[in-house]
């Protein structure tokens, strides 16, 4: 089976200073998996993303998506066939809900009936009763409602793959749970590639299939998250103790009791 | 003589002047937005020229209105055209200030998404950056016109003709009723355009 995406030896340098920002960088995603990218702020993974899609140019490497190279295709076109999610979602303000949902596939010319029922069939996808929600404008949604309906933006022209850039980042505690878990069902039934970036490494448990922990620029570690939670490797024992802080010995405050 | 008593024995020559400013300022104007809205556009796209065509469009607006018909006159001869090339360079600034303005202020978010989505950049220019920017961009037109309205007046030293003739025949004979009879209409003109300009932009606006 073709992998929705394979990347190898992927780099990128500024093209000012020349300073790397991306090193190495190989890994390769199937059809219903969902790799997340871990790791600090700077780290790396967000230009990873953006070397896939070509909104960067790798300076070394290769990318392919769906078995094809990304360097010999038009990056619009490129676009149009990998979802693409990002944290400030960007959902254009003059458009509505549905005109927002149907961009992609509008660019692509289908014809409005059928465009017309893939935006209600992902409205109901992604949890939004379609009758209410089409001719909202984003203003009119919550942060939680907003993401859902970027979420299924990207997932109008049935692309292979789904970029996702901290896609729940912004969101507030309890509609970011309640997203990741609606998120989960929707990784098995969609059965699409995706890749998922985010610093909470909770999340990244969560919904990976697979995390790979960046660092610097490079990719540190790429396994199971079961393998990924017994590591020693210094970076991923850092962010795991940043979840489970263990037994708190001498803090700040001396040593705590238990209430 | 009253103004009225002058409107109405001299009612054809009113209307042919005030047709010939609105002439004036329509021309120039919509020549402006020709030149202004894509010179605009370019600056989006090009930063680095964003200082030399602003600092340019900024020349002409210090320049006085009268010294630069003066200066045109070499070039264009005496008559209409020179006005409306004067009027023209007055309306780039407010013009190109705006699109420029209006297309930056687009949230990135929106652009990125929109790029990531695989829209081209005429794609995205013309369904998401010239909508969401259409209301500062009309705001600049609309004061460009206002400002020509009153500058067109000053075109009549210079043989383009407008209701400023009434005004610099008024000015020389000392006949405060001849200079009332340029001055009144044009103001009208100028509350007129701003007013159908301001529906035009709320209209067109997107708002939330």
């Known amino acids: ?259 | 003589m009253s103004l009225l008593s002058f409107y109405s024995r001299n009612s054809v020559e009113l209307l042919a002047l005030t047709w010939q400013h609105v002439y004036l300022v329509v021309v120039s104007t919509g020549a402006a937005i020709v030149v202004g809205v894509p010179l605009g556009i370019a600056l989006t796209r090009r930063p680095a020229w964003r200082a030399p065509v602003l600092g340019l469009a900024n020349v002409f607006q210090t320049i006085p209105s009268l010294a630069l018909l003066g200066f045109l006159i070499p070039f264009f001869g005496i008559g209409a055209w020179t006005a409306i090339t004067a009027l023209i360079l007055y309306a780039l600034l407010p013009i190109i200030r705006n699109t420029y303005t209006g297309i930056a202020g687009v949230d990135p978010a929106v652009r990125e998404a929109g790029r990531g989505m695989g829209m081209t950049d005429g794609e995205l220019l013309r369904l998401v950056e010239l909508p969401l920017a259409a209301g500062v961009i009309l705001a600049g037109i609309r004061v460009a016109t206002v400002v020509s309205v009153g500058v067109a007046t000053i075109g009549a030293a210079i043989g383009a003709g407008g209701l400023g003739v009434y005004i610099f025949r008024g000015v020389a004979t000392v006949d405060d009723t001849l200079i009332m009879a340029g001055a009144l209409p044009a103001a009208l003109l100028a509350l007129a355009a701003d007013a159908v300009l301001g529906i035009a932009q709320r209209r067109l606006a997107w708002q939330r």
């Not at chain 1, 199937?30 to 780290?43: A, I, K, M, Q």
């Not at chain 1, 400030?88 to 509505?96: K, R």
């Not at chain 1, 969101?171 to 590639?193: A, C, H, S, Y």
Request: net charge positive; glycine share 12%.
């Open chain 1, 1 to 259: 089976m073709t992998a929705a995406v394979d990347v190898r030896g992927l780099a990128y340098a500024l093209p000012g200073d020349g300073r790397t920002l991306v090193q190495n960088v190989s890994f390769t995603v199937g059809p219903g998996e969902t790799l997340v990218l871990l790791g600090r702020s700077g780290s790396g993974k967000t230009t990873t993303l953006k070397l896939i899609n070509r909104l960067l140019e790798p300076t070394a490497g290769e990318v392919l998506v769906a078995g094809e190279p990304t360097a010999a295709l038009e990056p619009t076109r490129l676009r149009r066939r990998i979802g693409y999610v990002i944290q400030e979602v960007g959902l254009f303000p003059h458009f509505t809900v549905a005109q927002n949902i149907g961009l992609v596939p509008r660019l692509e010319r289908w014809p409005a009936d059928r465009i017309a029922a893939r935006v209600r069939e992902l409205l109901a996808l992604v949890g939004l009763d379609p009758a209410a929600f089409l001719s909202r404008y984003p203003h009119q949604l919550s942060g939680g409602q907003r993401q859902r309906v970027g979420v299924a933006r990207a997932l109008a022209a049935d692309p292979p793959l789904l970029l996702l850039d901290e896609p729940f980042g912004a969101l507030d505690p309890i509609t970011r749970v309640e997203l990741q878990r609606e998120f989960r069902g929707l990784e098995g039934r969609l059965g699409k590639g995706m890749v998922f970036v985010t610093h909470d490494v909770r999340e990244g448990l969560l919904l990976g299939t697979r995390i790979g922990l960046m660092h610097e620029g490079r990719l540190l570690f790429l396994g199971t998250p079961e393998e990924f939670r017994g590591s020693t490797q210094p970076e991923a024992v850092a962010f795991m103790s940043a979840v489970d802080p263990g037994p708190a010995t001498e803090g700040p405050q001396g040593p705590r009791k238990s209430f």
